[in-house]
């Protein structure tokens, strides 16, 4: 019966240990920004001509002549998959889905300064996800049923305030600047479990082991963005630099584990604990580097992007556990490619394709390492014409990837209890998931 309780205790906690879909930050591009912009595939620091300028490239807005405001809605469905999770191979799939009010800006101008603000949601979801396996193994030719499970509860929220100055240097050349304040906010809440039981004959008894763990995370951050912009008949051709900067955090883990189990091989084992852990250590952010071009025919407009995100080296551990606290990135290219074709004078479509690279880092020298390396890719279609004269975009974009995750924090759970719980593996408690996204904008200019 031993080996049947292990196998089911650890592959619950792993997911136990599990990060979340939209605050994930092993990602660069989780939510893209904007209308027009969304349809270019990001691929817009070249562009840049309307308000979501101010977050792609600011120098944009010194070739926008009149006031505008802006808005953008999303409706984002999203999913992640984990293949092989619990013990009988089943995977474990986790759904949420968001309205996001993406984006909403002001502009204006004097002589060869334009000057505006701006506030964007990067981030506000939610997520009630329960998961179970229920089956039947036998040991020692004695059947036991089983029942697994999974809850995630998830409350993110992310916003970015901001104001632009943008000075018209030539007929073709702007240079731009963009102050941000960052807010994150993350709570959840998380459980796993297992429940196993002897056929009546044998007694009918039950066991098993119950796991949770609350987590709440506050972050300020301010960011800067410098913004060039060349454009001329030939080509346009856009350059940027942004980092973002934590001033403040406070994060708080509370965690329960219950395992009587454990005291059907070692009476005198620990079978319950729980612990508290707080910090307000700084995650360091990369310097963002962007190169855009694009080139406008008669009825087609072609643009191409790279965004290069630097290497952070900044693992610390918490205070009271031996978990990461703050992390290592690796460095980060992502491309967008994107193309506009106007059908009329008043409406076009818009498709593009773009990555959206993790910066996560799988390192087997650490011990108790959580990390998630899924590389994803990306396409957006997108729809724009006008009503009484309001120019409005209308699209969606889909991302989906696959890669490595890496949940070895489960062997802490090990050292807590006095004893191996988790089977040795070949794979460096490496395994296999999947990431889905599906997501609806709309947007219009007044």
């Not at 179970?132 to 499970?149: H, L, S």
């Not at 973002?244 to 219950?258: G, L, N, P, Y």
Request: net charge negative.
């Amino acid at each position: 019966m031993k080996s049947v309780k292990l196998a089911g205790l650890c592959s619950s906690l792993m997911i136990f240990a599990s990060s979340a879909v939209h605050a994930d930050q092993y990602h660069y591009g989780n939510l893209l920004v904007g209308g027009k912009a969304i349809g270019f595939g990001g691929a817009y620091a070249s562009i840049a001509d309307d308000l979501s300028a101010m977050h792609y490239n600011p120098a944009g807005l010194a070739f926008q002549k009149a006031t505008k405001s802006a808005s953008v809605n999303t409706l984002a469905f999203e999913d992640t998959e984990f293949l092989g999770v619990f013990t009988d191979g089943s995977d474990l799939k986790r759904s949420s889905f968001s309205v996001v009010p993406g984006f909403i800006g002001l502009s204006s101008q004097n002589n060869k300064l334009s000057y505006g603000t701006f506030f964007t949601v990067l981030d506000f979801s939610q997520e009630r996800s329960t998961s179970e396996a229920t089956y039947t193994m036998e040991i020692q030719q004695i059947p036991q049923d089983v029942v697994e499970f999974v809850d995630y509860d998830l409350d993110s929220a992310g916003y970015k305030i901001g104001g632009s100055l943008a000075y018209e240097l030539s007929d073709s050349l702007s240079v731009g600047f963009t102050l941000s304040f960052i807010y994150k906010d993350l709570i959840t809440s998380q459980g796993s479990g297992g429940i196993y039981t002897l056929p009546a004959e044998y007694g009918g008894t039950s066991t098993g082991f119950n796991a949770r763990q609350r987590i709440t995370e506050e972050q300020y951050l301010v960011e800067p963005t410098l913004g060039l912009l060349w454009k001329s008949n030939l080509i346009n051709i856009g350059l940027t630099y942004s980092h973002q900067i934590s001033f403040h955090r406070e994060f708080e883990s509370s965690s329960r584990i219950t395992a009587p189990m454990v005291l059907a091989m070692n009476p005198y084992a620990t079978s319950a604990t729980m612990f508290l852990s707080t910090s307000n250590n700084k995650q360091k952010y990369p310097h963002q580097f962007s190169l855009g071009v694009s080139k406008e025919f008669e009825r087609v407009t072609l643009s191409a992007q790279v965004d290069y995100y630097t290497s952070v080296d900044d693992l610390s551990y918490q205070e009271a556990i031996p978990l990461a606290d703050t992390l290592n990135l690796q460095t980060v290219t992502n491309y967008s490619v994107g193309l506009e074709f106007k059908l009329t004078a008043d409406s076009a479509v818009q498709v593009a394709f773009f990555t959206d690279n993790s910066n996560g880092d799988i390192d087997t020298n650490e011990a108790y390492q959580r990390v998630e390396d899924i590389d994803i890719n990306g396409v957006s279609i997108a729809y724009k014409s006008k009503v009484y004269d309001y120019p409005y975009r209308v699209g969606f974009y889909v991302k989906e990837g696959s890669g490595n995750v890496r949940y070895s924090d489960v062997r802490f759970v090990e050292s807590v209890f006095g004893f191996p719980l988790y089977p040795p593996n070949d794979t460096q408690d490496i395994s296999r998931a999947k990431k889905h996204a599906f997501v609806l904008f709309a947007s219009m200019d007044f």
